[in-house]
């Protein structure tokens, strides 16, 4: 599977990562996510609010096809969006972007996979020769590390 690290059949804690990849794990958790009390340990939010609105982008992405249409009925509805403030489980509520819901939908922490090096940065030349950075999105089977199951996800 290329250069990724896949380590699917394995229980989450028999699972050995490199120290860095761990650093990784504990520094970042998606809005609808929180940590546990163990090392490494992701929860869905506790905010039975937040946790509906996840649900429902799923559930209206399955009956409605596209980012865009659930975007739309979110708007519709008056559902609100929970963006993150801080470690500290506050929240804003606000309208609901096309980013953000095609960000949820596209972003497999919902799924519970703990994913790393879906991205690479890289330094291009533009039309006037200039160097210019830019992150460039890899093919699944170029990521460094996919561990499907890794936490409780939001959808299978």
């Keep these: 599977m290329g250069s990724a690290l896949l380590l699917e059949a394995m229980a989450p804690a028999a699972i050995d990562v490199s120290l860095a990849v761990q650093q990784e794990i504990t520094q970042r958790v998606e809005h609808a996510f929180v940590w546990g009390e163990d090392d490494g340990e992701i ?3 506790p905010d039975e609010a937040v946790v509906n ?3 429902t982008i799923f559930a209206r992405f399955a009956e409605l ?9 979110l708007r519709a509805h008056g559902m609100k969006f929970p963006l993150s403030l801080g470690g500290h489980h506050e929240l804003r509520w606000n309208e609901a972007s096309y980013q953000a819901v095609h960000a949820v939908l596209a ?3 919902y799924a519970g996979a703990y994913v790393y090096g879906k991205n690479r940065c890289e330094t291009v ?3 006037t020769g200039v160097r210019r950075k ?3 999105r890899l093919p ?6 996919l561990i ?4 409780q996800g939001y959808i299978d």
């Excluded at 096809?65 to 009925?73: D, I, M, P």
């Excluded at 499907?148 to 936490?151: A, M, S």
């Design 134 to 136: 830019r992150m460039r």
């Design 53 to 55: 609105v996840i649900r």
């Design 43 to 45: 929860l869905l939010h």
């Design 140 to 145: 699944m089977e170029d990521w460094q590390v």
């Design 148 to 151: 499907k199951d890794y936490h």
């Design 107 to 109: 972003n497999p922490v």
């Design 65 to 73: 096809g596209s980012a865009r249409r659930v975007w739309l009925w």
């Design 125 to 127: 030349l533009d039309e």
